[in-house]
């Protein structure tokens, strides 16, 4: 089942969403739903997700625990809806459910800005080399079709001057 969850989730944290890579080890499984207020062990009820994020959840559920507000479910809620990723890196809530996602989970926590914002970069970078390849390869074809222009011109030449 382990195994199944680590793929779902794409090897990512459901709640922040730092890849096991990055953190340098496999992840939990946490229980959206505690275990101890009648979670299951359903695939639809495990979260793969980092420790700190399943420490900082806890065992809170929303039907008996303060402030009574729902925690956003990452394969059954679109996170969009509730919150965004700013320039500066840090998440905002757009909903009172995004406002409390991010701050029960702590989402704004200085590593995760710092792991938002260099992957910012690094898909940045991936698109510019993308383009120049792109570029690359155009300025290649041209080549090739003006190489070959002057070869049909050059043959032409020695033609008419034969």
């Known amino acids: 089942m382990r195994e199944i969850v680590r793929q779902t989730y794409q090897f990512r944290c459901g709640y922040c969403g730092v890849h096991e890579e990055d953190a340098g080890a496999i992840l939990t499984i946490d229980h959206y739903r505690p275990q101890s ?13 980092c420790p700190k994020c399943n420490a900082y959840k806890g065992s809170y559920w929303h039907e ?14 679109d996170l969009t809806a509730y919150m965004r990723e700013e320039t500066n890196g840090r998440v905002v809530g757009l909903t ?67």
């Not at 008996?64 to 809620?77: A, E, K, S």
């Not at 698109?127 to 155009?138: M, Y």
């Open 96 to 162: 009172k459910e995004g406002v409390f996602f991010i701050q029960r989970l702590h989402l704004n926590r200085p590593s995760l800005i710092a792991y938002r914002l260099k992957r910012r970069t690094e898909q940045q970078l991936k698109d510019e080399l993308r383009a120049v390849q792109e570029r690359e390869q155009a300025l290649l074809r041209r080549i090739e079709e003006l190489d070959a222009a002057l070869r049909a011109t050059t043959a032409q030449i020695q033609e008419e001057t034969s």
């Open 64 to 77: 008996v625990d303060p402030p009574y507000i729902r925690l956003l479910h990452p394969r059954q809620d």
């Open 37 to 49: 207020r009648l979670g299951s062990h359903t695939l639809e009820n495990l979260v793969y997700c």
